[in-house]
């Protein structure tokens, strides 16, 4: 049987075959821990130092800025409870968005729950925020800013490089949640001007559950994570070397692939949005007036259920706008914080091609929901 088209990347995405085949041999030749004197831990440490370099090189950063994480859920949580505890003298106030992803908005809300104060500054009708919005936010008692380089559902970037000035003027360090841009678009640290930036693997093409944290030279932080101090004390636990090794080749091949890949992204997004406007006038696009990320496209067809669309379209694996809780459909937060109305958003799809995706598989995953769309309408007029 055909398996479906993957139209879901902003959730994950399948490991390259260039990182597979690395991950894999690093998995079966190499044993040692990277701390240990002997050969075998300085042949683990040599992967593991050239994985860290390549991360950095990426992001225009030093290697001894990258601390390895499981993931990007980590590597948030790490950033705000680790510059929350290391600053707590200085003040007890924080600066976030309101469509910031859970392991951002989950760790402000445990500092909440100790006493803190959260500020989270309000969306546009696009999903933008204002930096003006950002600085007016900060107190003198504001240790951090926290803000997503790009939301995973809308994929609307944001403008981070102002709201990063506005901070630095005021002596507050800045964090940004980059899972979904890292291997998209161009991230560079220097030009956005951030000192904690977050990295999700399977974003960009490695496994799951290796991530990282880049933590600029200077920043407070108290590591989340305690132990023998392993990673110049920032992140105890012995490093996997295999799961190291496939996060630096992931960044590489993004790094030689960035242009060209995020011109074919944005080439399919295009063809997709197209094909949908075609059929269904009454698209709606959120996001559709900001800059956004070239594969991501974020869609709403009015009238339609999206989890009834769903289920009619089993040759295509997406997502929609209105998780289902406890048997009850619930709108995006993200869409709601937009102001967009909930009968919209749950008739919203996330759709999101990746460096793989073919016109061939746009095409038939668009004919596959205009199919769907006019079932359902059918089946309403009867």
């Known amino acids: 049987m055909k398996p479906p088209i993957y139209l879901d990347y902003n959730a994950s995405t399948p490991i390259a075959p260039e990182v597979l085949l690395l991950f894999t041999r690093v998995l079966r030749e190499v044993h040692g821990n990277a701390l240990s004197t002997h050969s075998y831990g300085a042949a683990a440490r040599e992967i593991v130092e050239r994985a860290r370099g390549e991360v950095a090189s990426l992001l225009g950063a030093e290697p001894d800025e990258i601390v390895f994480t499981s993931g990007g859920t980590e590597a948030n949580n790490a950033a705000i409870l680790g510059v929350a505890e290391a600053l707590a003298d200085r003040g007890r106030h924080v600066v976030v968005t309101a469509i910031e992803h859970a392991s951002v908005d989950q760790p402000c809300r445990l500092l909440e729950s100790k006493g803190w104060a959260v500020t989270r500054v309000p969306v546009d009708p696009h999903g933008r925020i204002d930096p003006r919005a950002v600085e007016s936010a900060i107190r003198p008692d504001t240790v951090l800013v ?15 490089p102002a709201v990063a000035r506005a901070a630095r003027a005021k002596g507050v360090p800045v964090h940004t949640d980059a899972a979904q841009t890292v291997g ?36 407070p932080f108290v590591p989340f994570l305690r132990g023998a101090g392993h990673q110049m004390n920032r992140r105890s636990g012995t490093e996997s070397v295999a799961l190291s090794a496939a996060l630096g080749a992931a960044c590489s091949l993004a790094g030689r ?126």
């Open 146 to 160: 926290s803000v997503m380089h790009a939301n995973n559902e809308t994929g609307v970037i944001q403008p981070l």
């Open 184 to 219: 998209k678009v161009r991230v560079d640290v220097g030009e956005l001007g951030v000192d904690l930036l977050t990295i999700a693997g399977h974003k960009l093409y490695a496994p799951q559950g290796i991530g990282a944290l880049y933590l600029k030279r200077g920043t």
């Open 257 to 382: 692939e960035q242009e060209s890949r995020s011109a074919q992204l944005q080439a399919m997004r295009d063809r997709l949005e197209a094909a949908l406007r075609k059929a269904v006038p009454s698209l709606v696009v959120h996001g559709a007036e900001a800059k956004r990320l070239p594969n991501t496209l974020y869609a709403a067809f009015p009238g339609v259920d999206a989890n009834e669309l769903l289920a009619r379209t089993t040759g295509v694996a997406t997502g929609s706008g209105a998780a289902c809780h406890s048997g009850r459909p619930e709108p995006s937060k993200v869409l709601l914080a937009m102001g967009v109305k909930p009968e919209i958003a749950r008739a919203t799809l996330r759709l999101t091609t990746g460096r793989s995706t073919t016109a061939e598989e746009i095409d038939e995953a668009a004919a596959e929901i205009v199919g769907a769309i006019r079932a359902l309408a059918g089946s309403a007029r009867a």
